[in-house]
C-alpha cells in the first residue's frame, strides 16, 4: 500500500493531466471546481484517470455522488436538509464535511470536492 504523500503525489499529477494546471496550484486544498477549474465533464476524465494510474475501479456515482442534489427530501430552499447531510456523509465517507455542515448551501456542494478528499478516497479504494 503506498504512503498517504505517494498517493498525494500520484493523484496531484493526475490533476494536472487531467485539468491541464501547474502543479503548484494542486495543493491539498485545492477545490477541483473552483480552485482548479473543473467542469462536470472533467469529473469523468478525472475518474477514469485515477482508475488508469492507481489499479482501482471507481462505481459509477463515486466519488462525487449522483442524485443527493435532485432529491426533494435530501433539498430544502435551496439547503442540504439534516436527511441530506446524513446521505452525504453516507456516500462520502472519505470527505470532511464539518465545515460544510454549517452552511450546508447546496452552492457550496463543489467546496466538498478537493484534493485531499481525492487522497482519501484513493487511500480506502487501495486499503479495501
Known sequence: M?????????VQSTLVEALGVDEEDVTKDSTLQGDLGAESIDFLDI?????????????????????????????KDGKFTEKGLEELK?????????????DPDIERIGDLYTVDMLVHYVSSKLAA
Open 2 to 10: 503506498p504512503t498517504h504523500d505517494e498517493i498525494y503525489q500520484k
Open 47 to 75: 475518474v477514469f484517470r485515477l482508475e488508469r494510474n492507481f489499479g482501482i475501479k471507481i462505481p459509477r456515482g463515486e466519488p462525487f455522488p449522483q442524485n443527493v442534489v435532485t432529491d426533494p427530501d435530501m433539498i
Open 90 to 102: 453516507t456516500r462520502m465517507p472519505y470527505a470532511d464535511l464539518t465545515e460544510f455542515a454549517a
